[in-house]
C-alpha cells in the first residue's frame, strides 16, 4: 500500500443511539484511520479486525488520543 498519499474523504450516515449524523471518513498519510463529525469532533484510529469462530464479524476501532476501544459490527 503506498502510504505517501492520503485517501480521498468519504461521506457517510451513521446511527448512534437511534440518531442519524452524518461524518467524514479518511485514511491519513500514515496509514490511520480518520473520522470528522460535524461539527468540530475530530478522532484518529487504529483499526483491527474482530474475528469469531474464524469469520470476520466487524471492526475494533482504538481511540489513538485516549486509548478507548469500541467494536462495531457487522450486519
Not at 503506498?2 to 449524523?21: K, N, S
Amino acid at each position: 500500500m503506498d502510504r505517501t498519499a492520503a485517501a480521498a474523504p468519504v461521506i457517510r450516515l451513521f446511527f448512534e443511539a437511534g440518531r442519524q449524523t452524518e461524518g467524514t471518513w479518511s485514511v491519513d498519510e500514515n496509514g490511520r484511520f480518520c473520522s470528522f463529525w460535524p461539527p468540530s469532533y475530530r478522532a484518529s484510529y487504529y483499526l483491527r479486525w474482530v474475528v469469531e469462530k474464524n469469520a470476520v464479524v466487524g471492526l475494533r476501532f482504538s481511540d489513538l488520543k485516549s486509548g478507548t476501544c469500541f467494536d462495531g459490527r457487522f450486519q
